[in-house]
């Protein structure tokens, strides 16, 4: 029994074929692209065929950040915009923070920096797998309120001033989090045990970056927020 299908994007063999074979010994069903335009075109297909029993579904794209024809973030960002949540564990030999947060911000759900062992590479692999298909419980079903913003945890519905909007999965469970305990301060730490899951791997940065995504959705202005707040030194609350 197959764990899921992975899609392997990376333009170095050596890495490629090693992963793939570590992967597939793992037990999961590999598919594999050398270059960003290939991927994007087999994400394509497999999105057009997806009433199709027969061809796979993708549970985790690991996918390389500097590609030819069309880079990681690129890819990264376009699957993100035609609304796409697989997971995306994305790999690049440039580690400074700035790089790990650029890749968060386009929507990858973890970043792992070259040269990396394959024991770290699964292990990262298991957690973003565990996550997506096992999201932890609402805790609160009745409708949550706050001025203009009104949650409704059961159809996983946000209106702000009367419009619906869209938000990610992890972007609903941070703000349904935040109004089930308004004016609580909460540390990225807390955020990413209550949201993530205690065996989150990644940058306590995507916290930062989940902030601000919302941000720029619920508030009016969102360089001057008036919902979410920072509060300097301990993390964010709301209200």
Not at 134 to 142: F, K, L, N, S, V
Request: with cysteine; net charge negative; charged share 30%.
């Amino acid at each position: 029994m197959k764990l899921g299908t992975v899609l392997i994007v990376e333009d170095e063999e050596l890495i490629r074929e090693t992963i793939s074979l570590t992967l597939g010994d793992e037990g999961y069903e590999v598919l594999v692209a050398e270059d960003g335009r290939t991927a994007l075109e087999m994400i394509r297909r497999l999105e057009e065929s997806r009433e199709d029993q027969t061809s796979p579904r993708l549970d985790l794209i690991i996918l390389d950040l500097m590609l030819p024809y069309l880079s990681g973030l690129d890819l990264c960002r376009w699957i993100r915009h035609h609304g796409n949540n697989v997971p995306i564990l994305m790999l690049s030999a440039k580690g400074t923070e700035t790089d790990r947060v650029v890749g968060l911000e386009v929507g990858a759900d973890d970043y792992l920096t070259k040269p990396f062992g394959m024991r770290e590479l699964i292990a990262r692999c298991r957690a973003l797998l565990r996550r997506h298909h096992h999201p932890q419980p609402q805790t609160q079903e009745a409708v949550l309120r706050y001025q203009d913003i009104i949650l409704f945890p059961q159809q996983c519905r946000v209106t702000v001033r009367g419009d619906e909007i869209n938000l990610s999965p992890k972007e609903f469970r941070i703000l349904e989090l935040f109004m089930s305990h308004p004016r609580r301060v909460w540390s990225r730490e807390q955020l990413i045990e209550r949201v993530w899951g205690a065996d989150f791997m990644g940058d306590s940065k995507t916290v930062d970056v989940h902030i601000r995504w919302l941000r720029e959705k619920l508030e009016l202005d969102p360089s001057h927020p008036e919902h979410l707040l920072t509060v300097r030194g301990f993390g964010y609350r709301f209200g």
